[in-house]
């Protein structure tokens, strides 16, 4: 069904399925997917923050974690962009079998990385590959403010054909004077001569590029081995870093939850895990997560990151005590009200888990 529904000013939340309408092939490997509500709800989201999609694939549901690209400003559709590995597994299923009509659970909206988080009056987004997809989205959201915002915007590719969102952007940077683009890429495309940066972000470049960057505020988003130069190039030229923002599933933050060294788990002890509804117990080594203990069961627990960071394992304890060292992806309103990451928290003793 092509025709387009009327809004019903209403927000769509993750108990309704979303419905594929469109697919569009954006750079060698990259696809963004469109998603409406079916029911014509519309989205409600922080610019940055991701989804984690159900993807019905033959073996079993996968779900993956992905950045939602578009913006809360145009909250009758929904997009993710992905960018397809050589091992990836949900990714390819999408680019092979995601088709308009289709439709598929997800979870979320969820995730802290967004400007609108911490407002700044000036901004330098850096990201690399599939990284952009959050500054697209919060590029967006500040350009349809109808403000001029002020954004030095670097993005890192291989080659300018592999620039995602560049033509969408530079739309953007022309009917706007605060949308600065920065393209760098590693080397140009045969036949088509390059005139932009070239070679990889060091020191000297983001000088270049962004010349005030001591007065902006930092979002980074990429490969951790790319966050990481960008953290030590920020550090060594005397960035305050209590205003550097970075978004990663590969690896967690440098800091994590305090525990309390009471109720470390020990690699000798075992536990006991009663999974309320289905009425199953299972034993396990205290070092062993409760994700792990609750499919080596039989029971399904939904996951995404498996490092804390995304919330989609997030599971009702009702009982017991835990040892839950996460990175963000739980609230500390849920932790309060009995909730656990089921992806980072190690049973001690005997704990009941309501599924």
């Given at each position: ?159 300018p054909s592999e620039i995602i969102f560049r033509e969408r952007l530079e739309h953007m940077a022309t009917r706007v004077a605060g ?177």
């Amino acid at each position: 069904m092509n025709a387009a529904l009327k809004p019903t000013l209403a927000f769509w939340t993750d108990a309704e399925e979303l419905e594929c309408v469109s697919f569009l092939p954006e750079a060698p490997d990259v696809m963004t997917f469109c998603f409406r509500s079916p029911s014509g709800a519309l989205f409600s989201h922080e610019p940055g923050q991701f989804l984690t999609l159900e993807l019905p694939l033959p073996d079993g549901v996968l779900h993956r974690t992905y950045t939602i690209s578009s913006s809360p400003s145009r909250p009758t559709s929904l997009t993710v962009t992905v960018k397809a590995q050589r091992d990836s597994i949900g990714t390819r299923w999408m680019f092979d079998h995601l088709r308009p009509g289709m439709r598929i659970r997800a979870r979320g909206p969820a995730g802290k990385f967004s400007m609108m988080r911490d407002p700044a009056a000036k901004y330098l987004f850096i990201s690399a590959g599939s990284g952009i997809t959050p500054m697209m989205s919060m590029t967006t959201f500040l350009y349809d403010s109808g403000r001029a915002p002020d954004i030095v915007f670097v993005n890192c590719a291989r080659r300018p054909s592999e620039i995602i969102f560049r033509e969408r952007l530079e739309h953007m940077a022309t009917r706007v004077a605060g949308i600065d683009l920065k393209w760098i890429v590693e080397e140009p495309d045969p036949y088509r001569p390059w005139t932009g940066y070239r070679g990889m972000v060091n020191q000297l470049v983001l000088g270049l590029v962004a010349p005030d960057y001591l007065e902006r505020d930092v979002y980074c988003c990429g490969p951790e081995p790319f966050m990481q130069a960008v953290r030590d190039i920020l550090h060594g030229l005397g960035y305050d870093m209590a205003r550097y923002h970075q978004e990663s599933f590969g690896a967690p933050p440098a800091e994590a939850e305090a525990v309390p060294e009471d109720v470390v788990p020990q690699e000798d002890a075992l536990a006991e895990v009663s999974f309320a509804a289905s009425g199953k117990t299972a034993r396990c080594a205290q070092t062993e997560t409760i994700l792990a203990t609750a499919r080596a069961a039989g029971i399904p627990i939904p996951s995404g990151c498996g490092m804390g960071i995304c919330g989609t394992c997030q599971v009702l304890r009702l009982s017991g005590q835990v040892h839950m060292v996460h990175n963000g992806g739980i609230t500390d309103e849920d932790v309060e009200a009995g909730y656990i990451l089921a992806c980072c928290s190690r049973p001690i003793g005997n704990v009941t888990i309501d599924l």
